[in-house]
């Protein structure tokens, strides 16, 4: 079975930089599509962007200019790094796994990062 | 970028009550493949979001038969015949065809 568990600082100050990893275990990163979701407090969800299988990435156009997600796989773990941030970016960041061979389906989520941007 | 409309931003039920969530994009979903890639998500209080419906009406192994989903184009509904207690918490419809990926603004189930 496929879990996915995110890591990362708590607490970010604005204009500074935001790195969180997804470690999965029970799948290889290496088959499939992983993706970055985030909820802002309410309950608005935003797509952030995925890596394919072979290290290709695709990312939302509102963030295009600051985010990279990459990955390692001997560790089997994704990364999220998110420049720049303003309190906008406070959030709760998921990691998620795409179902197939396609970036279409998200079939399995971590339970999530919460991130506060303050000073 | 594509706009999923979602209503009601909240629904209050009773136990066994039969419930409908709609789902409206403001544009058509089909893909060029012929898939029309729109998914349910429930996020339980405390819970990351779980997948329940995707491709408009499939259900996801372990899902409850209770729940069905239905539509095309730009109009789905998601549709629960018989709340349970474990139902509670907030549903989101997906839409996975246009890129970016965009969320509805979700709908909270209570218990009336």
């Known amino acids: 079975e496929v879990q996915l568990q995110e890591s990362g600082p708590g607490l970010v100050k604005p204009s500074q930089s935001l790195s969180l990893t997804c470690s999965v275990t029970g799948y290889s990163i290496t088959s499939n599509y992983w993706g970055w979701i985030r909820k802002f407090p309410g309950n608005k969800m935003e797509w952030i962007g995925h890596?394919?299988?072979?290290?290709?990435?695709s990312y939302n156009p509102s963030l295009k200019s600051r985010i990279s997600i990459t990955r390692d796989t001997s560790k089997n773990q994704f990364f999220l790094q998110l420049n720049s941030v303003t309190t906008e970016d406070t959030a709760t960041y998921y990691c998620a796994r795409y179902r197939g061979i396609a970036a279409h389906v998200m079939d399995a989520w971590g339970q999530g990062a919460s991130v506060t941007v303050s000073s | 970028d594509v706009v999923l409309t979602q209503t009601p931003p909240t629904l209050s039920a009773t136990i066994g009550q039969s419930v409908s969530i709609s789902c409206r994009s403001s544009?058509?979903?089909?893909?060029?493949?012929?898939?029309?890639?729109l998914n349910w998500l429930l996020q339980r209080p405390g819970q990351p979001p779980q997948l329940l419906i995707y491709?408009?009406?499939r259900l996801e192994s372990g899902v409850p038969n209770r729940f069905s989903g239905s539509g095309s184009g730009t109009d789905f509904t998601l549709k629960i015949s018989g709340v349970e207690a474990e139902d509670l918490g907030v549903y989101y419809c997906?839409?996975?065809?246009?890129?970016?990926?965009?969320f509805g603004a979700g709908t909270k189930l209570e218990l009336k």
């Open positions: 491709l408009v009406s």
């Open positions: 544009q058509s979903l089909l893909h060029s493949n012929g898939n029309t890639y």
């Open positions: 890596i394919s299988y072979s290290g290709s990435t």
């Open positions: 997906v839409q996975s065809t246009h890129a970016p990926y965009t």
